[in-house]
């Protein structure tokens, strides 16, 4: 749930990277840390707890402070989560308090199953936070399309965007930095909008 200060007049947002394990969730932060550029010039350090192979062992975090709206200064924390199956626990953990969700899929074919049960696995475990997916903003991100062997658009969609209401989808080649942009904008706009329409404020 997003925070909202009003002493120190700042809107506080947590963004959760969500796929399965080599997907490019990390990548992801990765290129937004070296290439966002904020109005304040305030971008935060890139905290990765990796093992030695580069797999995300408990998260990454990175905070951006983003533009003031209302007269609040907006903090969009992003977060990923490791993808191996086998640490569901931590990846329970990181979702608490969750506000916005960029799901990565890796397009290459031979990861579908994955794709699928990754999406599965964070239906179920929003459930046991007792939070539903149709409520919580969310975009999807095709990455990797840069290899030879990267399924069809359509086919990702029919498989992981088919819900009643289908969600914003982009195109990436994390690594080369391409749909990440595109895919944080969208996110930080949907949450932005629900935020400035909500009539009830959590206040801290
Ligand atoms: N070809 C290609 N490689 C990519 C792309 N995005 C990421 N990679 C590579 O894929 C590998 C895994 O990327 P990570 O960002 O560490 O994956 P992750 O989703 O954080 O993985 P876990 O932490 O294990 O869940 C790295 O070698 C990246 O350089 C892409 O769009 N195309
Ligand atoms: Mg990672």
Known sequence: MAIINQATKELQVKIVYYGPAM???????????????????????????????DRTLFFDFLPIEAMSIKGFKTKFQLYTVPGQVIYNTTRQLVLRGVDGIVFVADSQYEKMTENVESFQNLADNLKALKLNLDDIPYVIQYNKRDLPNAAPIE??????????????????????????????????????????????????
């Open 155 to 204: 086919y990702m969609d029919f498989l992981l965007n088919n819900r009643d209401v289908q969600v914003p989808s982009f195109s990436g080649a994390a690594h080369k930095c391409e749909g990440v942009f595109e895919t944080l904008n969208m996110i930080t706009r949907m949450l932005l909008n629900k935020f400035i329409n909500r009539s009830t404020p959590q206040y801290a």
């Open 23 to 53: 997907c490019g969730k990390t990548t992801n932060l990765v290129q937004v840390h070296d290439h966002v550029q904020t109005a304040a010039g305030s971008k935060g350090k890139l905290v990765s707890l990796a093992t030695s192979s």
